[in-house]
């Protein structure tokens, strides 16, 4: 094997969480909802690996350089792996949803009620997108994660309001 194709393979195996997201792929594959696109299940996967890995992150202002040097490795990663897949934004390709999430929840309290809330949030607004849809148009690696990301911080405001007015 070349180190081009080593690579590629490497870029598929991040963007896919260790090809956790093949799993609900393979099993929604030829259902009416894997053809309409609406849910395959793989961003939900994207999503809990976010939450598992967020604990790996440093807290504080040290998760801003953290979060945007993860938000350029996955837009990298995600060219590579949509060039290996030959389909832009592949399902299978969840490192989006994994840095989305880390923005949904960024400099918010670590505790279960909030993280759930940021869960849900950062999940309708993924799925919802509206207006951040129009993200998806950008080149390459970045239309698979700005999307995603912007997703997150939508969230990320929405919970900072809820939290606000709970105060």
Do not use: Q
Not at 32 to 47: C, Y
Not at 101 to 106: C, D, K, L, P, T
């Amino acid at each position: 094997m070349n180190l081009r194709a080593g690579v590629d393979r490497l870029c598929v195996a991040i963007a896919t969480g260790l090809y956790l997201s093949y799993i609900p792929f393979w099993i929604s594959r030829g259902t009416e909802l894997s053809r309409t696109r609406r849910w395959a299940g793989t961003g939900f996967v994207g999503t809990l690996l976010g939450w598992g890995g967020l604990y790996a992150l440093p807290e504080g202002a040290a998760l801003a350089p953290v979060l945007i040097a993860a938000i350029g490795l996955a837009c990298w990663v995600s060219a590579r792996a949509e060039a290996y897949f030959g389909v832009h934004d592949d399902t299978r390709i969840v490192i989006d949803e994994t840095v989305g999430f880390w923005a949904a929840a960024a400099w918010l309290p670590r505790t279960f009620p909030v993280l759930l809330g940021a869960f849900v949030l950062f999940r309708i607004l993924d799925a919802w997108k509206g207006p951040l849809r129009r993200l998806e148009r950008l080149p390459g690696g970045m239309g698979v994660v700005f999307d995603d990301v912007a997703a997150g911080l939508a969230a990320n405001a929405a919970l900072r309001c809820g939290l606000w007015i709970m105060a």
